[in-house]
C-alpha cells in the first residue's frame, strides 16, 4: 500500500523535472518523521541541511532501529553506501528551499521518492506534507 500511495504522490505532484522524469524511474520511496532524534549526528551535533538530517533518519531507522511515528521502511537506504549518497542524489533532484528549511527545523513528515535506474539511485525527490 506505501508504494502506491509514493507512487501516486510522484505521479500526481507538479513541477517534477523534465530531467528526473526522462532519465529515471521511482525505485524506491518511504515518507518518515523528522522529530527531534533526527536533527543531530551520532555525536550531539546539530544538523544544519535537510539533506544530512534526512541521511540521519535513514541511519536512525535503519542502523540503530530508532524509528519515529509515521516512519516507513525502504530498502534503498537501508546501506550505508547509499545512505552516503544523499547529499549528491539531493543536489540531482528536487526539493523546495520552504521544504529544507521545514526539515531543519523539524517536527514534519517529508515524502521521499528515490529515482534511478534498477537499484541505482540518482536523485530524490522530497515533499514536506
Known sequence: MKRYA????AAMSTGLSGQIARADEVIDGYSAYMGQ???????GARLTEA???IRQD???FHKFGLRQRG????????SEANRAKAEAMLQN????PAAARRI????????????GKGTVGRSLKVIVE
Open 51 to 53: 539533506w544530512q538530517i
Open 71 to 78: 516512519d516507513e521502511d525502504d530498502s534503498y537506504f537501508a
Open 58 to 60: 535513514r541511519a536512525n
Open 104 to 115: 531543519v527545523r523539524g517536527d514534519v513528515t517529508i515524502h521521499v521518492m528515490i529515482y
Open 93 to 96: 533532484g528536487e526539493i523546495s
Open 6 to 9: 509514493v507512487i501516486l504522490i
Open 37 to 43: 532524534d533526527d536533527l543531530c549526528n551520532s555525536s
